[in-house]
């Protein structure tokens, strides 16, 4: 009961929003609907750090590094794993209390070159990347977090799944959208490029959980090359379930099991 007399007071608001622009009905019924969807989105559990944990248990891992960690409270404190490691240049939060201090492009030269306090024989169990928000960027990412993953390890990307064109917008900045403040940006371009090489699959949960693996592993699956050539939104948005490999977190975890 409860849950219903929230979910209407939302769409109430929601319309008086809509009657305050005094736009057209496709604008209206793209923008309920959009809402609507990120509502659902939003909703969704697990979140991305008892993914991360669960992974990190079923290999042991050792060593972890997450890239775009803005607030630590909200995902790489909660993590356990023996080593942690944090990548962060502060464009977001000021405090900015990372281990390295700087954009990850930069971060992996370093390392290459045993330029930093880590060396560069080192291997990462688990590398969640969750850094710039831009399918060109996050290509990089996912590449050179592969040169320092372990055999077992897995790669972790967060916003995979954004529930409307909206959210998969290129311009942060830009808010005046049904998304409002709220940005998974293109990184699903760059997990669905990379799902044409790897063994992967995306958990259904906290924007999409996308996971890498470099072996192959039950319910990961390759992307066949020719699906969504030039990344279009609806062609993904008709058929995500395919082209990220959509699953639960609880049929992921119950193929540990066996
Ligand atoms: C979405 S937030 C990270 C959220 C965090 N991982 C969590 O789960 O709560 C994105 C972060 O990426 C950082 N960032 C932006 N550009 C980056 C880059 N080129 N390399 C690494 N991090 C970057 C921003 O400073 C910001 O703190």
Known sequence: MKDIIKNSL??????LEIYRMGRSKIYYDTFVSSKLAAIDAKAKRPYR????????KQINAQNYLEIGVRNPADNFNLINCVNK??????VEFELNP??????????FQKLNEDALKIK???????????GLHLAEQVEKDIFNAMQFLSEEGFIVLHDCNPPT????????????TPAGGAWNGTTWKAFVKARKMYHSCCIDTDWGVGIVSKKERPLLNILGSNENNFFEYNDFSLKRQEQLNLISFDI???SFQS
């Open 10 to 15: 939302k769409a109430i608001k929601i319309r």
């Open 49 to 56: 750090y008892d993914i991360i944990n669960f992974l990190a």
């Open 85 to 90: 490691f944090s990548v962060d240049p502060g």
């Open 98 to 107: 990372v281990d390295f201090q700087m954009t990850s492009d930069d971060f």
């Open 120 to 130: 560069s024989s080192i291997k990462f169990d688990v590398i969640f990347i969750d």
């Open 165 to 176: 064109e909206f959210h998969a917008r290129e311009n942060f900045e830009f808010n005046f």
């Open 252 to 254: 992921f975890t119950k």
